[in-house]
């Protein structure tokens, strides 16, 4: 079946220090979202990707999907103590029904 | 945006008994919902996909007769942890979508469940 990878697992960088996760699918994939969990919170949806090639921008954060559709990463420019979380990705193959995520990039983020 | 409840937030029982966990949409309509666990520092594993009046989807490995799933209503869904024994014990989360697959998630704030 489907797997989607994601590395790091962690990260701890100095506040103003960039950050990216990357996340990799075994198979092809109809669309990608990325989702933010905040210690003790629930996942919430940032972004989906459609397109092959696609980069989106939500201010700080930069959202890219591969010419392949196989991959993509999430980078965050000049960090801040708000960005702690653990960011998952998650994939839909083209013949699937339900998103299966990645173990997710724990970021923490110090002043 | 979309909001989705989730009952209880946070529930201890004795091994053996019961759990039941709702989830509802608020203010959306929700043809399917989705199932997760989520073990301490993990991701989400997908348990079950559960479709407004019809039988849940469950993944392999995932016991039907343990988690009963029932989406009798476009706004409601449950999971029942039935026999629950301490190795049970996980956050369990629900999501809904507002259209059909592959569409964004809406999640509720999840339900540690603690089995002694």
């Known amino acids: 079946g489907q797997q989607v990878m994601q590395i790091p697992q962690y990260q701890h960088v100095q506040e103003g220090e960039d950050f990216t996760t990357y996340c990799n699918s075994s198979?092809?994939?109809?669309?990608i979202q990325w989702y933010k969990q905040r210690p003790g919170g629930h996942p919430v949806f940032l972004i989906q990707?459609?397109?092959?090639?696609e980069v989106k921008k939500q201010k700080r954060l930069t959202f890219q999907f591969g010419e392949a559709k196989k991959n993509s990463s999430l980078h965050i420019t000049a960090t801040q103590t708000t960005d702690v979380g653990t960011y998952f990705c998650a994939g839909i193959e083209n013949s699937g029904y339900a998103l299966n995520f990645g173990k997710g990039t724990s970021l923490l983020v110090t002043p | 945006g979309a909001v989705v409840s989730q009952h209880p937030s946070r529930v201890i029982c004795k091994s053996g008994t019961s759990v039941k966990i709702e989830c509802r949409s608020l203010?959306?309509?929700?043809?399917?919902m989705f199932w997760y666990r989520q073990f301490p520092k993990k991701s989400l594993m997908l348990m079950a996909t559960?479709?407004?009046?019809?039988?849940?989807?469950?993944e392999q490995g995932v016991e039907k007769d343990k988690f009963l799933i029932n989406h009798a209503s476009l706004t409601l869904s449950t999971l029942t942890v039935t026999s629950a024994h301490p190795e049970d014990s996980s956050f369990y989360i629900c999501?809904?979508?507002?259209?059909?697959?592959?569409?964004?998630?809406?999640f509720g704030s999840g339900t540690q469940l603690s089995v002694l």
């Open positions: 203010d959306f309509q929700a043809t399917t």
């Open positions: 198979t092809t994939l109809s669309n």
């Open positions: 999501s809904a979508s507002r259209g059909g697959n592959g569409e964004k998630l809406f």
């Open positions: 990707l459609v397109k092959s090639g």
């Open positions: 559960s479709n407004e009046g019809s039988k849940a989807t469950y």
